[in-house]
């Protein structure tokens, strides 16, 4: 069974930093795009970065130049680098991938709250 293990989340000041990993495991043969997408309470979930096998990486305008989404293929492996967080970026972060096969998994999410 896939899962997909979130983690790095919590609670910093504005202006801070966190690092999210997001970890896929079992059956994954191979995987296209990975991504981060974020719900706020009372919000939809929203795309936050997205980073294609190749590399090819597309942000949501609203973390433009603040957050960074990389990956490490071998170990099937996706992170968000946030920096300079600000309150509306206080979220439930979740991890997605999509499978050469057209199938796309979610991982569980972590909690990213920004406040003072």
């Known amino acids: 069974q896939v899962q997909l293990v979130e983690s790095g989340g919590g609670l910093v000041q504005p202006g801070g930093s966190l690092r999210l990993s997001c970890a896929a495991s079992g059956p994954i043969f191979s995987i296209n795009t990975m991504g981060w997408y974020r719900q706020a309470p009372g919000k939809e979930r929203e795309s936050v970065a997205r980073?294609?096998?190749?590399?090819?990486?597309v942000y949501a305008d609203s973390v433009k130049g603040r957050f960074i989404i990389s990956r490490n293929s071998a170990e099937n492996t996706v992170y968000l680098q946030m920096n300079n967080l600000k309150p509306d970026d206080t979220a439930v972060y979740y991890c997605?991938?999509?499978?050469?096969?057209?199938?796309?998994?979610w991982g569980r999410g972590t909690q990213v709250t920004v406040s003072s």
């Open positions: 997605r991938v999509f499978v050469v096969s057209g199938l796309d998994y």
């Open positions: 980073i294609t096998r190749g590399g090819i990486t």
